[in-house]
């Protein structure tokens, strides 16, 4: 059974930085891209990174570029987003999730989201000013 499980959200005063996990089980983690989304109070989810199998390929949205950075962990099972200089408007709650094609490398970001089929249960995070 394929299973996304985040942790490391929290809260943080604005500038702060938190580090999310997303941890695979039950399927090859290490052959699908990972992306990571957010879904803000009252906003649809967007996504924010993606990095492929072997970590070679990433990509960033503008509202994260610079200051969130993804990376994996295969032997651990485990992509991480790095996040610093946090705003209130990084809000949110954070979602991993496993592409459904394997090595798929991020290219078209937005358009491919609806290729993002397994899915973590989101971990909040929360920035104050």
């Known amino acids: 059974q394929m299973q996304l499980v985040e942790s490391g959200g929290g809260s943080v005063q604005s500038g702060g930085s938190l580090r999310l996990s997303c941890t695979a089980s039950g399927f090859t983690s290490e052959r699908f891209a990972i992306g990571w989304f957010r879904q803000a109070p009252g906003k649809e989810r967007e996504g924010l990174s993606c990095?492929?199998?072997?970590?070679?390929?990433?990509h960033y949205e503008d509202s994260v570029k610079g200051r969130f950075t993804i990376s994996r962990d295969n032997d651990k099972h485990t992509v991480y987003l790095q996040m610093s200089s946090l705003k209130p408007e990084d809000t949110g709650v954070y979602y991993c999730?496993?592409?459904?094609?394997?090595?798929?490398?991020?290219?078209?970001?937005?358009?491919?989201?609806?290729?993002?089929?397994?899915w973590g249960q989101g971990t909040q995070v929360t920035v104050s000013s």
């Open positions: 999730a496993a592409h459904a094609h394997p090595y798929y490398y991020c290219a078209n970001f937005v358009a491919a989201q609806v290729g993002f089929t397994s």
């Open positions: 990095i492929n199998y072997n970590g070679a390929s990433t």
